[in-house]
């Protein structure tokens, strides 16, 4: 029993050796770069990421495999992670947040006065003795370029860009100032050269923020929300949807994985739906939970597949205990209903 205990904790400790790191694609990156970059093969990076050919693109996140154990580090130097400045931000947020002082962050970001913009990078740095760890809900500790990611599991970071067509008498800092942003974004993004003399009409591109996109690496499929019996009545009054029956108070689950984009009561335009939750899943697809009694989730909360959202109740105009589904799929700018019952396991 002793000999069998020992080879279990052998293997759970060899098995927790072999970690994941996380690299974002830059330009002029290629899989052999990175492969070689981290001492793997690129058989391995494509099996990782699911990967059929050698295309990669720049702002692409990849998991790389490694033997390192990106676990809890108690090293004495200094550590730092990058941190985007959001909308709202202020250098006194951003230091009450990391519990560093202002100053810390302005000398090592070489910030002369207090503004800083939208989408800029601040290198944040990390009391000694800070704790990461790969599982941590900030984000994830990259031991190669000692860089956290912070996003969320399952959601990426895309850029948001506005055009502007350049007028007389504009410069690259009355641009900037205009879009609250970086000038060097703007010479970085356009390219441009010094001097930085800008033409009127000129088209520039400004990067204004990033947006949470959800990314599975598994084939959607939607699972029933509720355990009860199908009412057919609901369609035959022209409703997209199902409604389930069940009874008051019975827990409704997330179909499949997805950002919540509505979480409530609409007193106006989805009055009849009481109650509800909106979430937004991968390629477009969009799952409604109706006649909810009560809900657990908020706007832009990451929820996954089987999660409690909410319980079924009678605040819609169905009149009886239960919840009504639907899902539909977003393609050009129109909207499609799906039969629930053809798509639900």
Do not use: C
């Amino acid at each position: 029993m002793r000999i069998l205990i020992l080879l279990i904790s052998l293997f759970l400790f060899i098995y927790s050796a072999n970690a994941t790191v996380y690299y974002r694609v830059k330009k002029g990156d290629s899989l052999s770069k990175i492969a070689k970059k981290f001492g793997v093969s690129i058989t391995q990076i494509k099996r990782a990421n699911q990967l059929r050919r050698n295309t990669i693109y720049v702002g692409q996140k990849l998991k790389i495999p490694t033997k390192d154990k990106p676990t809890i580090k108690t090293k004495h130097h200094t550590k730092y992670v990058i941190y985007r400045v959001k909308r709202g931000d202020s250098l006194g947020k951003i230091a009450k947040k990391f519990g560093v002082s202002v100053s810390e962050i302005k000398r090592i970001n070489r910030i002369k006065g207090h503004i800083i913009y939208v989408g800029q990078k601040l290198r944040i740095p990390i009391k000694k003795k800070s704790k990461f760890s790969s599982s941590s809900r900030v984000g994830k500790f990259n031991k190669k370029n000692s860089k956290t990611v912070f996003v969320p599991d399952g959601l990426t970071k895309v850029p948001v860009y506005k055009y502007y067509r350049v007028r007389s008498g504009d410069s690259v800092i009355k641009i900037a100032k205009k879009f609250h942003v970086s000038p060097r974004s703007i010479i970085r993004i356009n390219r441009l050269r010094r001097p930085y003399i800008l033409r009127p009409g000129q088209k520039l591109k400004i990067l204004v923020g990033y947006r949470d996109v959800l990314k599975l690496n598994r084939p959607i499929q939607f699972k029933f929300p509720l355990d009860g019996r199908i009412d057919p009545t609901i369609r035959e009054n022209g409703y997209p949807g199902i409604f389930i029956v069940s009874r008051p108070g019975a827990p409704v689950k997330a179909a499949e994985t997805g950002i919540v984009k509505f979480a409530g009561k609409d007193s106006k335009l989805l009055k009849a739906f009481g109650k509800m939750v909106i979430i937004q899943h991968p390629k477009g697809f969009r799952t409604v939970y109706g006649n909810l009694d009560k809900v657990f989730v908020k706007p832009n909360q990451l929820v996954k597949r089987g999660e409690v959202i909410g319980t079924a109740g009678t605040s819609g105009i169905w009149g009886k205990s239960g919840l009504y589904f639907d899902i539909s799929r977003i393609y050009s700018g129109k909207t499609y209903h799906i039969q629930p019952l053809e798509v639900l396991k």
